[in-house]
């Protein structure tokens, strides 16, 4: 295959799997706790040094790049008050853990509510964990929660701390997305202590504005469509190509 055509038709696939991260993140504008996800690409013949390829255009579309991988943005989203005092929001670096059908995942939705029985459980009813992996059992009667996480009920008999959330801290390599605001370890991460602070009676918004998510996908928009005419370019050069050496046979 010519070596323009390959770089084109790589950046096209490229830009179409890009394409489905920015309507991702778009979609997810109003999510809380959302997390986007960041794509980021490299050459697509690396090796290859500029000037090399057969035309200019090869080396303009080399340059564009193929889908090197996605990373996950552990930016902070805005801080929104609710009232609500089971709405907790997590000022800086961190996820609350909890405990799903699946095992051990982490969020940064903090919309908690009290079951039933007293346990603490996220609106999809995974329970919440505490610093020591066991979930959470919240008492009757009012509700507080300190900035580092402490929770502390009052009820007639006096004040009673309920627990502690478990609130552990990643790199962004180190977690892959399950949903919109649902996180796993990957094997072999190592979670650590977050120094994130506990805001109650707030959510958290998703870390992707709908105005920047509208301009990353008209971008990918853009290219894509750059990408298809180089690929038509190079296509139409190689049908030509073989028409006059097939006409000198």
Do not use: C
Request: negative net charge.
């Amino acid at each position: 295959m010519d070596s323009g055509l390959y770089a084109a038709y790589n950046g096209l696939l490229a830009r179409t799997q890009a394409l489905d991260t920015a309507a991702n993140n778009l979609s997810n504008t109003n999510t809380v706790g959302f997390r986007a996800q960041r794509d980021y690409f490299r050459g697509v013949l690396a090796g290859m040094p500029p000037g090399d390829l057969e035309s200019q255009v090869g080396d303009a579309v080399n340059s564009f790049g193929i889908l090197g991988g996605n990373t996950l943005d552990l930016s902070q989203g805005e801080i929104t008050a609710t009232g609500n005092p089971l709405d907790l929001a997590l000022d800086g670096s961190g996820f609350f853990a909890v405990q799903t059908t699946h095992g051990t995942r982490y969020t940064r939705d903090g919309g908690f509510l009290r079951a039933a029985d007293g346990t603490l459980e996220t609106r999809r009813g995974d329970g919440v964990l505490d610093a020591t992996g066991k979930k959470i059992i919240v008492p009757s009667g009012e509700v507080q929660v300190g900035g580092d996480g402490t929770i502390s009920v009052l009820t007639a008999e006096g004040s009673a701390i309920a627990g502690k959330l478990g609130i552990l801290n990643f790199k962004g390599s180190d977690l892959s997305a399950e949903g919109a605001n649902l996180f796993v370890a990957r094997e072999g991460a190592t979670p650590i202590a977050s120094e994130a602070r506990v805001q109650e009676g707030s959510l958290e918004g998703a870390n992707q504005d709908a105005v920047h998510g509208t301009m990353q996908l008209l971008l990918m928009q853009r290219q894509a469509e750059m990408m298809q005419r180089a690929v038509n370019l190079f296509s139409n050069t190689l049908d030509k190509t073989a028409a006059e050496d097939l006409g000198k046979v």
